[in-house]
Structure formats: C-alpha cells, structure tokens
C-alpha cells in the first residue's frame, strides 16, 4: 500500500529540509512526499527545484498566491496518489518506521494518531507525548483533543471527504481539531499509535504560540456547544 507524506509549507525553508529527509529515510518501501508551497517568499522555491531533480517520490506544488494552511493541505490531499495520507508539518519529523506503523494500523481503521517527542528549534528533546485512545465527549468537554496533528494519518477516501476548514479555524490553528472532531463524529474508525512516530518542533513562532487564545476558547466552546445543539 502506498502512502503519501503531505507537507503544506510557507516560508518554512530553514525546516523543510528536514521534514523532507526525514521522510526519505522511511522503512515502508511504497511512499511519496507531496510539498505545498503556499506561494512562499524566501528559498523554498529553489531548494524544493533541486531536491526534485534528486528524488522521484517527492512532488512539488506551488501555489501562485497564499491561501493558508487549510487550503495548502486539501491541495496535497487531493493531489496526492497514496493509498493514505500522512500528514506532516514543515517543522517537523517523522522518525523512520512511521510509515511502516501507520500503513499497517490504517488496516484496521480510518483514521490514526501516534506518539510524539517534543523538539526544539535545534532538535533537543523536550519530553514526549503519548497518544491514548480518543474520546470525543472528554474532546468537547476539555476543549482538548489530545492529539498531535502531525502523527496523523487517513484513508486518501476520508481525506476528500473531509476537507480542512478556512475561515476562522484556520486562522486560529484550530482547523486540526475540528478535522478530528468531525471524523469521529462521522462513524470512522479512529485509532492510535503507542510508538513514538516522530518528533513536533515547539518553538515560538508556532501558531500555537502567537495565536489569539481568548479567541481561541471562544471558538471551541461555540463550536461545541453547536454541535451539541445539532445533535
């Protein structure tokens, strides 16, 4: 079965490298590596040129204006010819048995997470995170799902299915959570990784670091509470 990494990036040069590599050195035989270029302005144009010209598997697509992360991703997703989508962040790395662990979970389910390091901007190692199984009513009652974006994984089928959300959620980081929210409220198989599948770079220009949390709050309690309503 054939996977596909999907890196949506905007001005992530000084990472995407490492992003890219990381999902070269994958044990599973049969993947590609799709990089969104959300119209970025400093070297990523030029290095993704040249890396290409070295690797067949990776496909680079260069969108003429940014649209954000939200649109990036359904691009690659639809773009992509995997069999599942894995996706990855351009700050981020996928150690190399991830595609291997995932492609055999996504037998059994639609939809996966796994555990994580935690990294820094240098790559030192700040603690881990371990994915558990996921439970929407603790999700909507905490506010948290519990689960790095950058572990996941998907049938290519729930990929199109359900596009990531614009808009507000995008803007505040939020179209993971409510991409999660709506796949397990759809009935799909939803499962977990207990192995550490790669490490989440945390560094302050994250936008989970610079976004409006006020906003934030307010977003998924109004968001919850809709969902209750239209249940």
């Known amino acids: 079965m054939k996977l596909s990494f999907v890196i949506p990036s905007y001005n ?10 990381s999902a070269q050195k994958q044990t599973h035989p049969n993947i590609e590596i ?10 990523t144009q030029k290095f993704m040129e040249f890396i290409c010209e070295k690797d ?19 691009h690659g997703n639809k773009m992509a010819t995997g069999d599942y989508i894995a996706v990855l962040d351009a700050d981020d790395i996928a150690y ?17 997470h796994g555990s994580c390091d935690y990294i820094d901007a240098i790559g030192t190692k700040l603690g881990t995170h371990y994915a558990d199984v996921f439970s929407r009513e603790k999700a909507l ?17 729930l990929a199109l299915r359900f596009p990531y959300e614009g808009a507000e959620a995008a803007k505040l980081g939020l179209d993971d959570y ?10 799909a198989k939803m ?10 770079r945390d560094i302050p220009s994250g936008v989970s670091k610079t976004r409006d949390h006020t906003a934030v709050v307010a977003f998924k309690k109004a968001y919850a509470e809709a969902l209750t309503t239209n249940a």
Do not use: M
């Not at 992530?12 to 590599?21: D, T």
């Not at 996504?106 to 939809?111: C, H, P, S, V």
């Not at 499962?191 to 989440?200: F, K």
């Open 178 to 187: 409510v991409f999660q929210l709506a796949v397990s409220a759809s009935g």
């Open 96 to 112: 190399p048995e991830r595609a291997a662990l995932t492609v055999k979970a996504l037998q059994k389910a639609d939809f996966v």
């Open 56 to 74: 067949a598997r990776i496909k680079y697509l260069r969108l003429l204006k940014n649209l954000g992360r939200s649109a990036a991703r359904n």
């Open 12 to 21: 992530s040069a000084a990472w995407l490298s490492h992003a890219i590599v």
């Open 141 to 157: 009652r905490e506010g948290v799902n519990r689960i790095v974006h950058s572990t996941c994984a998907y049938t290519k089928k």
């Open 34 to 43: 799709v990089v969104v270029d959300d119209a970025s302005t400093d070297s």
């Open 191 to 200: 499962d977990h990784i207990t192995q550490v599948v790669g490490a989440y």
